[in-house]
C-alpha cells in the first residue's frame, strides 16, 4: 500500500499516548483497519466516532468484557445506551491525531514506502510523549 492518502487507524490510552496503529488505503472504510487493533488488550473500555458503529466491533469489544462508548447511526435500530459524558474524553485521540500532524513529514506523507511511514509515527509518538 503505497500513495498519498493513506488513513492511520489508531488506538490511544487514557491519556492520549498512541498503543498501536495501523495503516490503511485511503479509499478503504475505517472499519477495516479496526481488526488488528481489537486484538486481546487491557482497556476498559472504546471511545470512538460513528464511523465504528458496526455490529462486529461492537461484539467483539463486548467479547473482552470493555465498554462500548460509540455514538450510534442515526439508522441503527437496535438503539443501546450511550454515555455522552464519557464520550467527551474522546478528545483526546483527535488531540493526538492535531499534534501528530504537526510534523510535516507525516501531514504531507513524505515517505514512500509504508514500513518508513510507520517508523515515522513511532518515532513522532515518541517525541509526543516526551514532551
Known amino acids: ?4 492518502s493513506t488513513k492511520i487507524i489508531a488506538m490511544t490510552d487514557a491519556l492520549g499516548n498512541l498503543v498501536r496503529f495501523t495503516l490503511i488505503p485511503g479509499q478503504h472504510y475505517d472499519t477495516v ?11 476498559e473500555g472504546l471511545l470512538a466516532d460513528k464511523a465504528f458503529d458496526v455490529h462486529w466491533i461492537m461484539d467483539t ?3 473482552q468484557g470493555a465498554r462500548v462508548v460509540i455514538p450510534q447511526r442515526r439508522n441503527r435500530l437496535d438503539r443501546r ?16 491525531f492535531c499534534k501528530l500532524k504537526e510534523f510535516k513529514r507525516i501531514a504531507m506523507r513524505s515517505d514512500k514506502t509504508d514500513r518508513s511511514f510507520a517508523a515515522m509515527i513511532y518515532l513522532t509518538a515518541a517525541i509526543i510523549n516526551s514532551r
Open 1 to 4: 500500500m503505497t500513495g498519498w
Open 61 to 63: 469489544i463486548r467479547a
Open 81 to 96: 445506551p450511550f454515555d455522552g459524558g464519557l464520550f467527551k474524553a474522546r478528545h483526546l485521540i483527535e488531540n493526538f
Open 33 to 43: 483497519g479496526v481488526a488488528p487493533l481489537l486484538e486481546p488488550a487491557d482497556f
